[in-house]
């Protein structure tokens, strides 16, 4: 079986340029995927209009989008096992960490509240979701994720941010959450990137694969 990679962080921390460069790196050995799957599963197309006010107050409701979001991924589970039982890394931008660090934060709980072990409890023992074998947080200032989601929102037709990436003190509140499960190990063991300065991708994919 492969090695289940998950690079969690901030909207604008820079997750799909590594998730680029690593797969540069391993090359054939790799397969890579993306949660929310807003083009291709149902209940991430709804949360996607949730999170633009097209749903009525279903955007306001913590464990309802959480739920929606955990969906995705049960769904999802399947492909995954098949693409870890054919590649060496399974490379993921976005998992189940981040169902838990942005709720955590909607409900200003931190990493050992309620939500937390909730979101574990449905996406791992429920929905038997793979679990990551190691997961990578990019930790960037919240002004420089929010500079690079601006930019991206000015140059990238459709980007516009949604509910979540525009409220910045949910993506401060988010990001300490994040810092706290990466310091529990929280389902895996947890390697913090500074997403602020370069990333040798080289070195990296090796320290992956040993």
Do not use: C
Request: net charge negative; hydrophobic share 45%.
């Amino acid at each position: 079986m492969g090695r289940l990679i998950v690079i969690e962080g901030l909207d604008g921390a820079g997750k799909r340029t590594l998730v680029d460069a690593l797969s540069e790196e391993f090359g054939a050995r790799v397969a890579r995927f993306a949660f929310p799957r807003y083009d291709d599963d149902v209940h991430a197309e709804l949360a996607r209009d949730a999170l633009y006010g097209r749903l009525g107050d279903l955007g306001s409701s913590v464990h309802g989008m959480a739920v929606l979001f955990a969906l995705d991924r049960r769904a999802a589970a399947p492909v995954l096992r098949d693409a870890l039982a054919a590649h060496d890394v399974v490379l993921v931008d976005r998992y189940v960490a981040s169902n838990a660090a942005y709720n955590a934060a909607r409900l200003h709980q931190d990493a050992d509240g309620e939500v937390v072990a909730w979101v574990r409890e449905l996406e791992v023992e429920r929905f038997g979701i793979p679990v990551p074998d190691r997961q990578l947080y990019l930790s960037v200032p919240r002004a420089v994720a929010a500079g690079r989601a601006e930019h991206r929102e000015r140059t990238e037709p459709g980007r516009e941010r949604d509910a979540y990436e525009s409220d910045g003190g949910l993506q401060e509140r988010t990001g300490t959450v994040y810092a706290q499960l990466a310091a529990a190990s929280w389902l895996s063991p947890w390697t913090v990137l500074d997403g602020s300065a370069p990333i040798d991708s080289v070195a990296l994919a090796a320290q992956l694969l040993g």
